[in-house]
């Protein structure tokens, strides 16, 4: 009776140190890519790059906004992956409001079931105040994308999410004194744009090491190219870049029928069978 009581409470210890131990790893990993982005927000605002004009405001919604986005990164980023879905830069109305990549409103809450509280920057647009999850209006690019993610997986995000995650090149973004928002590819100091590039080559390159990553498919030509060179210049050969068309509605491919042919576009990949039930 001793023997067999002793033998229960061994395999009950085990299990809970096998538990322990793979919550253990989950958060090693989210770690890491939080890890990894803090240090590519520390180059990008603490080094000797200066942005100019256009640039009058810089957000930085991986510091206002953390508490969404480490929620986001614990939730669908705590096991390595299969493929990256890159974008270019935070969207005005999308990752700007709340810290997510393509992060539109009512899929930040709905789809991917998260809440939080997002803090106001120091510095910002009187017309382009954050609004968090109260931000009325919704950011197209990412309200295409996250139905592509929805329909994909039945609705279900952590299927999405099992092998592929969602992130930006470029976490910062860039507003105009008329409030226009800027990207990367629009800055006009070519110094700037080097510097830029090659700390943020890194930084992807880091992040796809990190997780493991197979195909990165880029969304928009622009992060293709960046993805590539990124690859290239830091010696991953083993990876594979491709890309989708930009859900963005000045993307004039884009707006007609864009989940149905990205869909189609990921099944002449190969990769489909990633984002469903198994």
Known sequence: ?????SSTGMKRKSTSTIDDERQNSENDIAEGVLNIEKQLIHELTNSNITYEFPVEYVYNPLDYA???????VYKYCNSKKKILFL??????????????????????????NIEGKVNQPEKFHKDRPIKGLDCPRSEISGKRLWELASQLSDGKAADFFKHAYVH?????????????????????????????????????????KHLGIETVIAIGKFAETRAEKALKSNRIFTVKVTSISHPSPRNPASNKNWVENTTKKLKDLGVLHYFTSE
């Open 87 to 112: 974008g270019m830069n935070p969207g005005p109305w999308g990752m700007v409001q709340c810290g997510i990549p393509f992060g539109e409103v009512k899929a930040v809450k709905g789809f991917l």
């Open 1 to 5: 009776m001793s023997a067999s009581r």
């Open 168 to 208: 930006n090149y470029f976490p910062l973004a860039f507003v105009s004194k008329t409030a226009t928002n800027i990207t990367p590819a629009e800055l006009k100091n070519k110094t700037t744009i080097e510097k830029l590039n090659s700390i943020c080559d890194k930084s992807l390159s880091d992040i796809v």
């Open 66 to 72: 953390f508490e969404l986005h480490s929620k986001y």
